[in-house]
């Protein structure tokens, strides 16, 4: 039996330590809180400017990684609660999304000005598609409907504009409907839902490495 106990207590104990290990920053990079030298870090989301994104897939952009930014990741509570550090984040959220026309130093330390940030992270759809497929097997026809997000993300300290963090997060989305004999999408979501689903999992991912940085 004390054998078994102790069997279990140094399983645990690896346990943790590889949680912990995967919950610290990547790359043994200095976390962002100590960069910016704050416990309450303030950030903004903003999106680059572009003429061949949708101006309203830019603010579902936008807006999902807002959404998912606000929502703390259960393995970084964890983490926090064996660790005993406390970071506050706190996201700076405009009424209406303007993009920003240009990113360069200036831009960035105006930005950082203007809402008093600690971090502005950038958002810059490299794709945001869309595509339906219909297939007829037999006597079925199946409608296939799919979405794909491909965001390029990067985190600048507001000070001197260095680059905190920065990566590319995807994610998709898909729904299908069969019927026999006839075409039918009642009950297939449409495509600025699809789009909107694969944004929010883009965001996730970014969010939750995000989290582990801070």
């Excluded at 603010?59 to 929502?71: C, N």
């Excluded at 497929?133 to 794909?148: D, P, Q, S």
Aim: hydrophobic share 40%; with cysteine.
């Amino acid at each position: 039996m004390e054998d078994k106990r102790r069997l279990v207590a140094y399983l645990l104990t690896i346990f943790i330590t590889a949680f912990l290990l995967s919950c610290s920053p990547k790359s043994g990079k200095v976390p962002i809180h100590q960069v910016v030298g704050s416990p309450t870090v303030r950030v903004k989301v903003a999106v680059v400017k572009s003429e061949e994104a949708d101006p309203v897939h830019q603010r579902f952009a936008v807006r999902e990684f807002e959404s998912a930014l606000r929502r703390e990741p259960a393995s970084v509570a964890v983490s926090r609660i064996f660790r005993g550090k406390e970071v506050d984040l706190v996201i700076v959220t405009p009424k209406k999304v303007k993009p920003l026309e240009k990113v360069s130093p200036s831009v960035i330390k105006r930005e950082g000005r203007k809402s008093d940030l600690h971090a502005l992270i950038v958002l810059d759809p490299m794709e945001i598609s869309y595509d339906e497929v219909t297939e007829k097997k037999k006597e079925e026809v199946c409608v296939l409907r799919k979405a794909k997000a491909v965001v390029s993300v990067t985190v600048y300290d507001t000070k001197g504009a260095d680059v905190l963090m920065a990566g590319v997060y995807e994610g998709e989305s898909s729904a299908k409907q069969c019927s026999k004999g006839i075409k039918r999408t009642d009950k297939l979501p449409s495509k600025d839902l699809l789009i909107v689903k694969a944004l929010k999992r883009a965001a996730y991912r970014f969010a939750k490495e995000f989290w582990a940085n801070l």
